[in-house]
């Protein structure tokens, strides 16, 4: 089945510090998807993306769509403590097909 | 935005028992709900999709007798994890969409815990 490949698997940073993850897949897919997961909770959109090439923004939060349809980022920049948390990217190949996760980039900001 | 929740937030019940969760679109009308499993530091796993009305579709490696959906309202879907078992111990998750082609919301989560 289509798997995706997510890295860094974990990161420790700095408060302040910029941040950069990614994912690539050995298929296309039509839509890419950002997700935030905190401990204990579910997983909550951040940027979803649904053109090649598409860059968008949603605050301290910068994702791409890449032009081959089979890869994506996640920037954050000014990295704060909230920021900690597990970050999932997710796939989509059309409207009816479920979602294909990444294994995840788990998130920690020294203060 | 959309709100979707999840009962109970956690269950610890004991091995052969039966345990049901229940996933609420609490502000609109999900056509279907999906089911994921995650383990400790994994990724989701997808288990089922169900569509109101019919049978869910479940993913393969998944036990359709063991666990079963219902997804009797376009606002309410339920897990039954049946007969649990130590290695059942998990986060289900699910996840609700308004239509085809729309993006669907996570519910909170439901930790089981099976003794």
């Known amino acids: 089945g289509q798997q995706l490949n997510q890295s860094p698997q974990s990161m420790f940073i700095q408060e302040g510090e910029d941040v950069s993850m990614n994912c690539t897949s050995s298929?296309?897919?039509?839509?890419w998807l950002w997700y935030k997961q905190d401990p204990g909770e579910g997983p909550v959109l951040l940027i979803a993306l649904y053109k090649a090439g598409e860059l968008t923004s949603n605050g301290r939060l910068t994702a791409q769509f890449g032009i081959t349809r089979k890869d994506s980022f996640l920037n954050i920049s000014a990295s704060i403590p909230s920021d900690v948390g597990i970050y999932f990217c997710?796939?989509?190949?059309?409207?009816?097909?479920?979602?294909?996760f990444g294994k995840g980039t788990r998130l920690s900001v020294i203060a | 935005g959309a709100v979707v929740s999840q009962h109970p937030s956690r269950v610890i019940c004991k091995s052969g028992t039966s345990v049901k969760i229940e996933c609420r679109s609490l502000?609109?009308?999900?056509?279907?709900m999906f089911w994921y499993r995650q383990f400790p530091k994994q990724s989701l796993m997808l288990m089922a999709t169900?569509?109101?009305?019919?049978?869910?579709?479940?993913e393969q490696g998944v036990e359709k007798d063991k666990f079963l959906i219902n997804h009797a309202s376009l606002t309410l879907s339920t897990l039954t994890v049946t007969s649990a078992h130590p290695e059942d111990s998990s986060f289900y998750i699910c996840?609700?969409?308004?239509?085809?082609?729309?993006?669907?919301?996570f519910g909170p989560g439901t930790r089981l815990l099976v003794l």
């Open positions: 996840s609700a969409r308004r239509t085809s082609g729309a993006l669907g919301y």
């Open positions: 169900s569509n109101e009305g019919s049978k869910a579709t479940y």
């Open positions: 502000d609109f009308q999900a056509t279907t």
């Open positions: 298929s296309i897919f039509n839509t």
């Open positions: 997710a796939g989509q190949s059309s409207g009816n097909t479920p979602l294909v």
